[in-house]
C-alpha cells in the first residue's frame, strides 16, 4: 500500500521561512506528478505548486516568488520551501502524488495526513 507522510509545518512569525517535506513509500512502481495543496477553514483545498520531472514546476500566483516546490526522485520525496510567510498563508498543507502502485497494479491519487502551517503578524 501506497502512504504519503509529511513533516515540516509548524508557527513561524511573518517573514519567516518553512520547508515542507512528504516521503511516498509502499509498493510504488512510478511516481508521477507531486504537488502541494492548501486549505483554509471553511475553503476548498487549492494548489500551491506541482512539479513534474524534468518540466517548469507550475505556482499559484499568490506563492510565485516566494514559495519553491522540488523533488528527490530517488527518495520520492517533494519538498515545499517557503519564504517571506504571511499571515494569510495560514492553512493547512497536504501533499498529493500521482502514483503507480505495483500491488494493485494501478495508477492513483495519494493524499498526505496534512501539516498546519500557522504564520503569526
Known amino acids: 500500500q501506497v502512504q504519503l507522510v509529511e513533516s515540516g509545518g509548524g508557527l513561524v512569525q511573518a517573514g519567516g521561512s518553512l520547508r515542507l517535506s512528504c516521503a511516498a513509500s509502499g509498493s510504488i512502481f512510478s511516481v508521477n506528478t507531486m504537488g502541494w495543496y492548501r486549505q483554509f477553514p471553511g475553503k476548498q483545498r487549492e494548489l500551491v505548486a506541482t512539479?513534474?520531472?524534468?518540466?517548469?514546476?507550475n505556482y499559484a500566483n499568490s506563492v510565485k516568488g516566494r514559495f519553491t516546490i522540488s523533488r528527490d526522485n530517488a527518495k520520492n520525496t517533494v519538498y515545499l520551501q517557503m519564504n517571506s510567510l504571511k499571515p494569510e498563508d495560514t492553512a493547512v498543507y497536504y501533499c498529493n502524488a500521482d502514483i503507480t502502485d505495483y500491488v494493485l497494479n494501478k495508477r492513483g491519487d495519494y493524499w498526505g495526513q496534512g501539516t498546519q502551517v500557522t504564520v503569526s503578524s
Open positions: 512539479i513534474i520531472s524534468g518540466s517548469i514546476p
